[in-house]
């Protein structure tokens, strides 16, 4: 026997019967972003290396480990997407999108990194991000953090809460990064050897550490939120009365310093107690010099990306969400003459009735097998033609969803009476 092929490691398939979350996260995301006058935007999965090293920084997890990187045949470094915000502003800079003008963006689809797999963290994983490119703020952070609230309403999901921070200027962040230092240097012995790793890059990244023997270090630490600039200072007041104003629920977390050296300023994540050590559903933040730093224009910006694996978990903590019906018409045939006769009948009331999905029975079985496939196809409705109902020139209408007797229609009105059937099994559910 052949040996099967197995999926690699971390990349999952989505099933079918998973899909009813799936679709209700994006067309809801989908609906909102436009209802915002957000505009979709799509961009290579695959960029040059250099992309991500200048965007997301050389001394991050992700460049530094996590990346799926190759040299092509051209033998030019190649990358995997990590992260959606540096592609997008790469389309913005290359298609000469800039030049003073505003842009509010979202993409969607898959991104990778080669991290440990576990639930809710995979090497192959989905996100929306959604950037606003050429807004000051804050009132434009304060709108995308409001978006956030009103998709977990219209998703129905309550365990998730909402964390903010601010990060200030490069400049205001380089004189903390020293005062980091100089206290982590004094209590070296105490770092792990991740912590060791980071304080010589990426210092601030050693205040995300999971680690529960670090805890009490870092909360010694100095906080970045007592060495603000003025105006970040002034800025981040700003999004916290706005958000008290409009009734959205926050935490300040000072320790909250997001994972890609691009961020400035506003930073927040959407937390949820409800999926274990994989708490964050939602991340994003302003990234104010990230375009100049790609070779573009100054100009600011600010995004989140919200990771639909994750929000599918939640979705679904109550038990799968309902499968979608694949029809609202099934038609049943019996028959040599019927089977073929039905190939052409399915085709005529598609062009009849083109708002209504119509599925017809392929691969023969009897009318108790064809019953159980129109069952499972979700249809409100059968459409039962046989050698002899087509000998009468008239079709059989069952209701599947309701007890209702069956009634019969001439093949030339059929179009007309199931519409009308579709009615009626509508008004009674």
């Given at each position: ?22 679709h ?18 799509r961009?290579?999965?695959?960029e040059?290396t250099?992309l ?6 050389e ?23 990590p ?7 790469r ?17 969607a689809g ?31 952070d304060?709108e995308l953090i409001?978006?956030c609230a ?9 365990r998730?809460?909402?964390e903010?921070?601010?990060?200030g ?10 005062r ?7 209590h070296?012995?105490q ?9 010589q890059?990426?210092?601030?990244r050693v205040?995300?550490s999971k ?6 270090l870092?909360?010694?630490a100095?906080?970045?939120t007592?060495?603000?600039?003025p ?7 700003g ?15 000072p320790?909250?310093?997001?994972g890609l ?14 999926l274990g050590a994989?708490?964050?559903v ?11 730093q ?6 600011p910006?600010?995004g ?6 994750r929000?599918v978990a939640?979705l679904?903590?109550g038990?799968?969400?309902?499968a ?11 028959g040599?003459r019927?089977?073929s006769?039905?190939?052409g ?6 062009d ?8 017809l ?6 009318f108790?097998?064809q ?5 499972r ?12 109902e ?5 079709a ?21 009476a199931?519409?009308s ?9």
């Open positions: 026997m052949t040996e099967q092929i197995q999926p690699v490691r971390g990349m999952n398939d989505v099933l079918p019967a998973e899909m009813a979350a799936w209700a996260i994006e067309t809801g995301a989908r609906e909102l972003l436009s209802g915002y006058g957000y505009q979709e935007i961009v290579p999965v695959v040059r250099e991500f090293k200048r965007a997301i920084g001394h991050t997890d992700v460049v530094e480990k996590e990346m799926y990187t190759f040299v092509d045949q051209g033998g030019e470094s190649l990358t995997l997407r992260e959606g915000t540096a592609g997008v502003m389309a913005l800079i290359s298609n000469g999108m800039l030049r003073g003008q505003r842009h509010k963006l979202w993409c898959p991104m990778f990194r080669h991290e440990r797999p576990q639930k809710g963290r995979y090497r192959q994983f989905h996100q929306i991000s959604v950037e606003a490119v050429g807004y000051v703020g804050p009132d434009v304060i409001a978006l009103r998709l977990w309403r219209k998703l129905g999901l309550q998730v809460r909402l903010i921070n601010s990060l200027t490069a400049e205001a962040r380089r004189a903390y990064r020293e980091l230092v100089e206290y982590l240097n004094a070296h012995d770092l792990d050897a991740d912590s060791r790793r980071r304080l890059g990426n210092p601030l205040l995300d680690n529960p023997e670090m805890r009490a870092i909360d010694g100095p906080l970045l007592e060495h603000l600039d105006e970040s200072h002034e800025h981040f007041q999004v916290c009365t706005a958000l008290e104003g409009l009734g959205i629920p926050f935490r300040v977390n320790r909250l310093v997001r050296d691009y961020y400035s300023r506003t930073v927040f994540e959407w937390i949820t107690d409800a994989q708490d964050a939602c991340s994003g933040g302003r990234y104010d010099g990230l375009i100049a790609l070779g573009g224009e100054s100009t910006g600010i989140f990306a919200m990771g639909i694996e929000l939640l679904t903590q038990g799968p969400c309902a979608p019906s694949t029809a609202d018409v099934y038609i049943v045939v019996s040599p019927a089977s006769f039905g190939l009948l399915i085709e005529r009331l598609r009849e009735l083109p708002g209504r999905r119509f599925e029975n392929l691969g023969g079985g009897n108790k097998a019953f159980r496939r129109a069952d196809s979700g249809a409100a409705l059968a459409v039962i033609v046989g050698d002899d087509l000998q009468r020139g008239v059989a209408l069952k209701p599947l969803r309701r007890e209702s007797g069956q009634s019969e229609s001439p093949l030339s009105a059929l179009a007309a199931i519409e059937a579709l009615a009626v099994a509508a008004a009674q559910t």
